[in-house]
T-cell receptor, first 114, second 113 residues
Framework: DGGITQSPKYLFRKEGQNVTLSCEQN?????MYWYRQDPGQGLRLIYY???????QKGDIAEGYSVSREKKESFPLTVTSAQKNPTAFYLC?????????????FGEGSRLTVL | AQSVAQPEDQVNVAEGNPLTVKCTYS??????LFWYVQYPNRGLQFLLK??????LVKGSYGFEAEFNKSQTSFHLKKPSALVSDSALYFC???????????FGAGTRLAVHP
């Protein structure tokens, strides 16, 4: 079945440690996105990528980094510079071109920093 | 700046009754508007969208939404609610290009038997 796979589903880390969240899609989509979800705040865009080897900052990119070396993969690293990293992280993908707005989301990764 | 607002944190409805989840928007130009649903600890699922054309848009699971330009609203509706409709609902608008969506804060729908 086609879809987006995020791993791990739950992750616990100590303060000061970098963590990398995995996002893989087999939908053959060009565009991929990372969103952060906090209670009562909706989703906020961290980074997005329209094509391999290219990515752009979203609204809250500080303290995060990404790479897009393969079309299928868009990992997110939460660095120690991120002041409040505990959140639910959602990866999404879409076909490129135009603004259809139809994003396909993964199941999410819940990061808790102790 | 493009934005959407969902004025209700929670909506409570009895099963079988009609439901409405409200969304208002603020955009420059023609709005591209969307509704997504999220079940607990899951990702979001696309429900429906308005790009242009008929103001009443039909989507998945029997949901529909009405675009009202004069009231800058895009309320989500369903004629008869099910307990299984209980979830978190997000309204969203496209900002700029490349499917960058701005989401509202979300409205929790609780349908009681």
């Amino acid at each position: 079945d086609g879809g987006i796979t995020q791993s791990p589903k739950y992750l616990f880390r100590k303060e000061g440690q970098n963590v990398t969240l995995s996002c893989e899609q087999n939908l053959n989509h060009d565009a991929m996105y990372w969103y952060r979800q906090d209670p009562g705040q909706g989703l906020r865009l961290i980074y997005y990528s329209q094509i391999v080897n290219d990515f752009q900052k979203g609204d809250i990119a500080e303290g995060y980094s990404v790479s897009r070396e393969k079309k299928e993969s868009f990992p997110l690293t939460v660095t120690s510079a991120q002041k409040n990293p505990t959140a639910f992280y959602l990866c999404a993908s879409s076909t490129s071109g135009g603004n259809t707005g139809e994003l396909f989301f993964g199941e999410g990764s819940r990061l808790t920093v102790l | 700046a493009q934005s959407v607002a969902q004025p209700e944190d929670q909506v409570n409805v009895a099963e079988g009754n009609p439901l409405t989840v409200k969304c208002t928007y603020s955009v420059s130009g023609n709005p591209y508007l969307f509704w997504y649903v999220q079940y607990p600890n899951r990702g979001l699922q696309f429900l429906l969208k308005y790009i242009t054309g008929d103001n009443l848009v039909k989507g998945s699971y029997g949901f529909e939404a009405e675009f009202n330009k004069s009231q800058t609203s895009f309320h989500l509706k369903k004629p008869s609610a099910l307990v299984s409709d209980s979830a978190l609902y997000f309204c969203a608008v496209v900002r700029g290009s490349y499917n960058k969506l701005i989401f509202g804060a979300g409205t929790r729908l609780a349908v009681h038997p």
